[in-house]
């Protein structure tokens, strides 16, 4: 089995609509997909109605959550979205991706960036309006050559000089929502130091006592030698080690499939989910 618990579409910042994303999924040769776009499951009615015969669909999200100074992501699936309190935190995140955007959009103007919020917005369509989507009008601007480039200090990382907060949760807030949901929690990329600071080990650790689930190993932006310090950790904390690929369809490099989780990690997911089941495609064959 060839299991890809970590990707994007349109509901949140990736350029595959959720239908293409699982059908390009199963094309991929992939016999699982998780569906985790930003704060949002407005995705996941259309990806289970189109996921091919062959393709089992995990529902989640990827939630944005802050430890200290640090922003970090935490993966839930398989939660219930009807239940209310996870739910209400969800919408408040989402409530300020607007205003948050069109502040990052003004810092950058102030900076000297011909950017605008109509550009901005045309870019993020009907999806989740983050980053990414600012990236990608400094791309068309020619100001960076990559939606990764624009990721420095110098423009849209933490901390950057067009950077704006959000509103995140406590990720030990996080792990209790979301377990009061029926779903399970794995820490995304966590040593992603390409992308800004990390939390330090311990505070891995003191995840794992509050109920973390897994932590994601295996992930483009970790070097060889993190991967293997993590599923190390994993095996001292008593965590499931993922892998995936963070698809984002054509706004990053990474492929789907480019990591994967092994079968018996994913059993174990689903054994421990009670607010969800995977959903078997019976939307027709891939295309």
Same mark, same amino acid.
């Given at each position: 089995m060839?299991?890809?618990?970590?990707?994007?579409?349109?509901?949140s910042?990736?350029?595959?609509t959720?239908?293409?994303?699982?059908?390009?999924?199963?094309a991929?040769?992939?016999?699982?997909?998780?569906?985790?776009d930003?704060d949002?499951?407005?995705? +996941?009615?259309?990806?289970?109605?189109?996921?091919p015969?062959?393709?089992?669909?995990?529902?989640?999200?990827?939630l944005s959550?802050r430890?200290?100074?640090?922003?970090?992501?935490?993966?839930?699936?398989?939660?219930?979205p009807?239940e209310?309190?996870?739910a209400?935190e969800?919408?408040l995140?989402?409530?300020?991706?607007?205003p948050?955007?069109?502040?990052?959009?003004?810092?950058?103007?102030e900076?000297?960036?011909?950017?605008?919020?109509?550009?901005?917005?045309?870019?993020a369509?009907?999806g989740?309006v983050?980053?990414?989507h600012?990236?990608?009008?400094?791309?068309e601007?020619g100001?960076?050559?990559?939606?990764?480039?624009?990721?420095?200090?110098?423009?849209?990382?933490?901390?950057g000089?067009?950077?704006?907060d959000?509103h995140?949760?406590?990720?030990?807030?996080?792990?209790?929502?979301?377990?009061?949901?029926?779903?399970?929690?794995?820490?995304?990329h966590?040593?992603?130091?390409?992308?800004?600071d990390?939390?330090?080990?311990?505070?891995?650790?003191?995840?794992?006592a509050a109920?973390l689930?897994?932590?994601?190993?295996? +992930?483009?932006?970790?070097?060889?030698?993190?991967r293997?310090?993590?599923?190390?950790?994993?095996?001292?904390?008593?965590?499931?080690?993922t892998?995936s690929s963070?698809?984002?369809g054509s706004?990053?490099?990474?492929?789907?499939?480019e990591?994967t989780?092994?079968?018996?990690?994913y059993?174990?997911?689903?054994?421990?989910?009670?607010?969800a089941?995977?959903?078997?495609?019976?939307?027709g064959p891939a295309?």
């Amino acid at each position: 089995m060839r299991i890809d618990l970590h990707t994007h579409s349109t509901a949140s910042d990736g350029t595959d609509t959720p239908a293409e994303l699982v059908r390009n999924a199963a094309a991929a040769g992939l016999d699982v997909v998780a569906l985790t776009d930003h704060d949002t499951t407005r995705g +996941h009615a259309e990806a289970a109605a189109a996921a091919p015969e062959g393709l089992t669909l995990v529902t989640g999200a990827e939630l944005s959550c802050r430890l200290g100074d640090t922003g970090l992501h935490m993966l839930a699936y398989l939660f219930d979205p009807e239940e209310p309190e996870l739910a209400r935190e969800r919408e408040l995140v989402r409530d300020d991706r607007v205003p948050r955007a069109r502040a990052m959009t003004a810092k950058l103007q102030e900076l000297g960036v011909p950017v605008t919020w109509d550009q901005v917005a045309r870019i993020a369509g009907d999806g989740s309006v983050g980053r990414p989507h600012i990236a990608e009008a400094l791309v068309e601007l020619g100001v960076v050559g990559s939606v990764s480039d624009a990721f420095t200090a110098e423009w849209l990382a933490d901390g950057g000089r067009a950077y704006v907060d959000k509103h995140e949760l406590d990720p030990f807030e996080a792990i209790r929502l979301v377990k009061a949901a029926g779903g399970v929690t794995v820490f995304a990329h966590p040593l992603a130091v390409k992308r800004g600071d990390v939390v330090p080990e311990d505070a891995i650790a003191e995840l794992a006592a509050a109920g973390l689930d897994g932590i994601e190993a295996d +992930h483009m932006d970790h070097t060889p030698e993190t991967r293997t310090r993590l599923h190390g950790l994993a095996a001292d904390l008593g965590l499931l080690a993922t892998g995936s690929s963070d698809y984002h369809g054509s706004r990053k490099s990474c492929v789907l499939g480019e990591f994967t989780t092994d079968p018996e990690i994913y059993g174990e997911i689903t054994r421990r989910a009670t607010g969800a089941f995977p959903v078997p495609g019976a939307g027709g064959p891939a295309r």
